[in-house]
């Protein structure tokens, strides 16, 4: 496959750190179905790349619009086609809608690209679940972007549970005054997985809110790239934004690096950023392990809690126990690890 470049930082670090962009797989699948974005999208920058955008609006081989007026309730989908896919899913949200889904891929070899376009209107709110099962031997990328309007609300949900390696880019802008974008993630590297994630979050409007909670374990030789950003415009003051990313190393051989940015145009907002990355906490683990638990089912449970608040924000019931199934079984590759 030919490779172009994706995930780059608009505002660059230390070249030798290897993080301000990276390689992204192209496709020779071509579909048959346009997907062109809405107008609104047409002034903001998102995707994995301009390159990879192109390619989900003149040649996705799967494609569906959502148009919501009053509250409505997708379900649980699940993309599962066949060979290469290239997949967009586009939703607008009319004025004081309501929405929910869950989109999962589960796929076992070949290449999927999926993009997801959110425009949550005024007054309106949106609750979206994004997870990612798909197997070793899948080049992976997903894109999220959403524009939010005047007191609009999302509450996006991102689960990187897959065996595949993985570059994700979401970007969320919160364009009306009043807006509000929650974004929630988890990860769990394994085997000699690769991740790199790009979340951006942008304040346009007066008096908007956005949080991003960003959880993760990595194990083995598994390495993770977090870029983040959370930027107030000229123009948003009284804004509040917040972000938080953790990974917990199982392994001395797993690697994270992070790059969170705090940006700002104004002097009346307020932003708070953290990340940090190390062993498990050994006084948790300790109490652990004096209540009689051997320390394979302390790290478990201890990795369990950490997930627990995202996992459980899913309303799905039968979908919270396959994360939960899906968890316990990459949890389980530790029950033969040597201290």
């Known amino acids: 496959m030919k490779a172009h470049t994706g995930n780059i930082l608009d505002y660059k670090t230390y070249s030798y750190l290897k993080v301000n962009e990276t390689e992204v797989e192209e496709t020779q699948a071509k579909g048959t179905k346009k997907a062109p974005a809405a107008a609104v999208f047409k002034d903001y920058a998102y995707g994995v790349s301009p390159e990879l955008v192109a390619r989900h609006e003149e040649a996705s081989t799967d494609y569906k619009r959502y148009d919501i007026e009053g509250t409505k309730d997708l379900g649980i989908n699940e993309l ?34 999926v993009l997801a376009r959110i425009h949550v209107k005024r007054g309106a709110v949106a609750r979206l679940y994004f997870v990612n099962m798909d197997e070793s031997d899948v080049a992976n990328h997903l894109a999220i972007a959403a524009v939010l309007e005047e007191g609009a609300k999302l509450d996006c949900y991102v689960f990187h549970m897959g065996d ?28 000699d997985q690769r991740y790199d994630f790009v979340y951006d979050l942008i304040h346009e409007g007066r008096d908007t809110t956005s949080n991003l909670l960003v959880d993760g374990a990595l194990m083995e030789n598994s390495y993770k790239v977090f870029k983040s950003r959370i930027d107030f415009l000229e123009g948003s003051g009284e804004s509040r934004g917040n972000e938080e990313e953790f990974a917990i190393l199982l392994d001395s051989s797993a690697r994270s690096v992070s790059v969170p940015a705090l940006l700002s145009h104004e002097d009346d907002v307020e932003g708070n950023h953290a990340a940090s990355a190390g062993r498990i906490d050994q006084e948790m ?55």
Do not use: W
């Not at 979401?170 to 990860?187: F, H, P, R």
């Not at 392990?289 to 201890?302: N, Q, S, V, Y």
């Open 164 to 191: 595949s390696d993985e570059i994700s880019n979401v970007k969320c802008y919160l364009k009306g005054d009043e807006s509000l974008g929650n974004i929630q993630s988890i990860y769990l590297g394994k085997g």
């Open 80 to 113: 599962k086609g066949e060979g290469d896919d290239i997949v967009t899913l586009d939703f607008n949200l009319e004025e004081k809608s309501h929405l929910t889904g869950y989109f999962s891929t589960e796929k076992t070899a070949g290449y999927r690209s």
């Open 285 to 339: 683990l300790f109490y652990f392990l004096t209540r009689g638990f051997d320390e394979k089912t302390a790290e478990r449970m201890i990795v369990d809690a950490k997930f627990a608040p995202v996992i459980d924000a899913v309303v799905y019931e039968d979908k919270r126990e396959t994360i939960y199934g899906e968890l316990k079984k990459i949890m389980g590759r530790r029950d033969n690890v040597t201290k």
